[in-house]
Nanobody, 123 residues
Framework: QVQLVESGGGLVQAGGSLRLSCAASGRTFSSFGMGWFRQAPGKEREYVGGISRSGTSYYADSVKGRFTISRDNAKNTVYLQMNSLKPEDTAVYYC?????????????????WGQGTQVTVSS
C-alpha cells in the first residue's frame, strides 16, 4: 500500500512557474515508477509525464520543454516543475505510482493515486 499526497498548486499568471510535489509513504518509494496526470473540467485525465525507477523522465508533447519531472528518493518525493505556464495548463494535477520498472501513459496502468492539486493559470 502506498499513499500519495500532492501539494504546490495554486493560481499563477500565464508565463509563470509552479513546482508541484508528490510525497509518498507506505512502501519503498524507489521501487515505483511515477507519473503525473492532469484533468480539466469536462475532459478525461491526461498524461503529463513520468519518471522511471532509474530516474529517466518522459513528457507529453504538450508540455515538453516547459515541464521537468524529478525525484528525490531520500525524501520519498517526486516533483513537477512547470515553467512558461499557459491557460490551457489549468487542471487538477495528480501523481500516480506503479510498481514497475516502466512508466506508462495510460491511467489504468497505475496502482496508486494522490488526491490532486489545483493549478489555475490566468491570462
Amino acid at each position: 500500500q502506498v499513499q500519495l499526497v500532492e501539494s504546490g498548486g495554486g493560481l499563477v499568471q500565464a508565463g509563470g512557474s509552479l513546482r508541484l510535489s508528490c510525497a509518498a509513504s507506505g512502501r519503498t518509494f524507489s521501487s515505483f515508477g511515477m507519473g503525473w496526470f492532469r484533468q480539466a473540467p469536462g475532459k478525461e485525465r491526461e498524461y503529463v509525464g513520468g519518471i522511471s525507477r532509474s530516474g529517466t523522465s518522459y513528457y507529453a508533447d504538450s508540455v515538453k520543454g516547459r515541464f521537468t519531472i524529478s525525484r528525490d528518493n531520500a525524501k520519498n518525493t517526486v516533483y513537477l516543475q512547470m515553467n512558461s505556464l499557459k491557460p490551457e495548463d489549468t487542471a487538477v494535477y495528480y501523481c500516480a505510482a506503479v510498481s514497475s520498472i516502466n512508466v506508462y501513459t495510460q491511467t489504468s496502468r497505475y496502482d496508486y493515486w494522490g488526491q490532486g492539486t489545483q493549478v489555475t493559470v490566468s491570462s
